[in-house]
C-alpha cells in the first residue's frame, strides 16, 4: 500500500482502483475523485464544486466548498472551515473492491452520516454547514471505464 496525492486539478475525474495507506488532496476544483480502501486517512484542503467518493479508516475536510461525499468511514467524518458539503453512502465499484475493503478496512460500522464539525460545537444542534445529500440527488453506484485493449 502506498500514500496517494492529487492536487492543483479542475475539471478531472480520477479513479484509484487499489488499496491506499493515506490520501491526500488539496486545491481540486469541479473534480470526481473514486477512490478505492484507504487504510489511514484520507486529507482533504480547499477543494470546490467536488464529488469524491471514498472508503476510508478516518477522513478529515477542511476549507471546502460545495460538494459532495459519498463515504464509507469507520470513525466519524471530520469537516472544518466548510460550508455546503453534503454527505451519502459510498457509491463506487469495481471487481477486486470487496476483497480489498475485507484486508484494508474491514468494516463493521459505517459513520458515513455521523459528521463531527468542528466549527460547530453546539451539542445537540445540527451544524448548518453541512447535509445529507438527499437520495433523490444522489449519483448510482459509478464503475471505472473499461479500459481498451492495447493494439496488436
Known sequence: MADFSLSNLTDCTVYI???????RMYNLKSCSV???PVAG???????QGCSFSIASQQLRVHN???SDFYLLARSKPIIENCDRVRFAPY????????EQLEESLD????????VEDFNWPRI????????????EERRATVTPPSRPSPAV
Do not use: K
Not at 482502483?17 to 490520501?23: D, S, T
Not at 457509491?91 to 470487496?98: I, P, R, V
Not at 453541512?130 to 437520495?135: A, C, D, K, N, V
Open 34 to 36: 473514486f477512490v478505492g
Open 64 to 66: 471546502t466548498t460545495d
Open 124 to 135: 445537540g444542534e445540527v451544524s448548518p454547514y453541512w447535509s445529507i445529500l438527499p437520495e
Open 91 to 98: 457509491n463506487f465499484s469495481y471487481a477486486q473492491l470487496e
Open 107 to 114: 468494516v463493521p460500522t459505517n459513520f458515513w452520516n455521523s
Open 41 to 47: 486517512s484520507a486529507l482533504l484542503y480547499d477543494c
Open 17 to 23: 482502483c487499489a488499496p491506499l495507506r493515506a490520501i
